[in-house]
């Protein structure tokens, strides 16, 4: 499976914007990137997914460099909720498909 | 829309002994995944099954084992339980389909300790 590398940890101020970074130098061409999260004493949590183009939704926004090797997940305004581990994952297609491999995640803190 | 449901939440065993844990993917998901969570491995993948057949097994012993049913629920079994096996067990559900866009929905797993 393609690996991606995040920072261990990050820290935010409340209300501020967050910028998640995750590299994955080795993605395939058919490789989509996910993010979960996954918040104390809880199951992981799905935040967005992407191919090529950037994404938004309710949650997040996600950036995907042109080359693809890199990509980042924006959380708009940190609230203390989002006090998380994030997880960026890749996901091929065909049987690469049927799970997800999880690295270490970064752990975010946001500070009030 | 009732969300992924796993049981028990919180189980203690001891060793020797084997522990079945059941979970119900939300309604019109045909896949069921099952994850272990430990602090030293993090989040690992046991197996996954979609329409009662298992399509894909992580890299753990056959005491760990799954199964799937009809109406799509599903159970996993530890048999001989260790100590190592004290870990979060997740369950998560989707649609199934092959493709890297499917995401999972997980529950909030269910918490086994084992003395």
């Known amino acids: 499976d393609a690996k991606t590398t995040q920072p261990n940890s990050m820290e935010s101020n409340e209300e501020e914007p967050v910028h998640l970074p995750c590299n994955h130098s080795t993605i395939s061409g058919t490789d989509y990137i996910h993010w979960y999260r996954q918040l104390p004493s809880q199951g992981p949590e799905y935040v967005i997914h992407g191919l090529t183009s950037n994404v938004n939704n309710r949650m997040a926004s996600l950036a995907i460099a042109e080359d693809r090797k890199s990509s980042t997940l924006i959380l708009h305004r940190a609230t203390l909720r989002d006090a998380a581990v994030y997880y960026c994952?890749?996901?091929?297609?065909?049987?690469?498909?049927?799970?997800?491999?999880f690295g270490k995640g970064t752990k975010l803190s946001v500070i009030p | 829309k009732a969300g992924v449901t796993q049981t028990p939440r919180y189980l203690i065993k001891t060793r020797g002994q084997q522990v079945t844990l059941s979970c119900s993917p939300i309604s019109g998901h045909r896949s069921v995944s099952w994850y272990q969570q430990t602090p030293g491995q993090g989040l690992q993948f046991l197996f996954e099954y979609f329409s009662e057949t298992q399509r894909n097994k992580g890299n753990f012993p056959g005491r760990f084992s799954g199964r799937q049913f009809s109406n799509s629920r599903s159970e996993m079994n530890v048999s001989t339980l260790e100590l190592g096996d004290s870990a979060l067990y997740l369950c998560?559900?989707?649609?199934?389909?092959?493709?890297?866009?499917?995401?999972?929905?997980f529950g909030a797993g269910s918490r086994l300790t084992v003395l």
């Open positions: 998560a559900s989707s649609l199934g389909v092959v493709s890297g866009a499917n995401v999972l929905t």
């Open positions: 994952i890749l996901r091929a297609s065909g049987a690469g498909s049927y799970q997800l491999t």
